[in-house]
């Protein structure tokens, strides 16, 4: 079956766009993640959504960020102002228990 | 709260060394531990996990013990391959304490040389 995809792969915004980062989670899979990781560092907890509960947002930087789930199943997480600090790679993984996470292959972001 | 703490890299060895790469964790419940793996232009897959104390997770030659006394879960090879050249990343998930959130260690990088 189809793994986590994302899109777009690669996003190039000027400073103060608003962009969308969309990702398909693996059909089924309660759970849904999104991380950042900068050039060089390790992966930063942004939110999950898992079912029907209200999102962890304990990870989002600013109130800049937002995602939402539609349907339990497409995410989309949004940079409202993006600043050249929003510059990363933004992964997507899901999951069906707290085993294992499945991983997008990324969204790469660079704010000019 | 609940944290990952591994050694820096990047880690240089040459094929056939002994890896180690240590990780400890602190966390309020009775997490599961895990490594993921990240090869150069790849995503991140899971490479091996463990749920309870003293669990062993192995998989492709790595192993990594889950010692509640030492709250360490670190990662072991005998005899690395230059194919092993990755990133590595320590993280734990505590279902009773944080529910499906994971968190990642800064990961560490190992270069293999042949």
């Known amino acids: 079956g189809a793994g986590v995809s994302q899109s777009p792969s690669n996003k190039v915004t000027e400073k103060g766009k608003d962009v969308e980062l969309r990702c398909d989670p693996i059909?089924?899979?309660?759970?849904l993640y999104w991380y950042r990781q900068s050039l060089g560092q390790g992966l930063e907890f942004l939110i999950y959504?898992?079912?029907?509960?209200?999102?962890?947002k304990s990870g989002l930087p600013s109130d800049r960020f937002s995602a939402e789930r539609t349907g339990g199943s497409v995410s989309t997480l949004t940079i409202q102002r993006t600043q050249q600090e929003d510059s990363a790679v933004y992964l997507c993984?899901?999951?069906?228990?707290?085993?294992?996470?499945?991983f997008g292959p990324g969204t790469r972001l660079t704010v000019l | 709260g609940n944290s990952v703490t591994q050694m820096e890299g990047p880690v240089t060895l040459s094929e056939e060394a002994f890896l180690t790469i240590n990780c400890t964790y602190t966390a309020t419940g009775y997490p599961s531990l895990f490594w993921y793996v990240q090869y150069p232009g790849e995503g991140l897959q899971l490479l091996l996990k463990?749920?309870?104390?003293?669990d062993k997770g192995s998989n492709k030659g790595f192993e990594a013990t889950y010692r509640k006394e030492t709250t360490s879960f670190h990662l072991e090879k005998g005899s690395v391959q230059v194919s092993d050249s990755a990133v590595y990343f320590c993280a734990l998930s505590d279902p009773f304490g944080g529910g499906f959130k994971t968190i990642f260690g800064a990961g560490t990088r190992l270069f293999v040389k042949a």
């Open positions: 059909s089924g899979h309660t759970a």
């Open positions: 463990a749920t309870k104390a003293d």
């Open positions: 993984a899901s999951s069906l228990d707290v085993n294992e996470q499945f």
């Open positions: 959504f898992q079912g029907n509960s209200a999102p962890d």
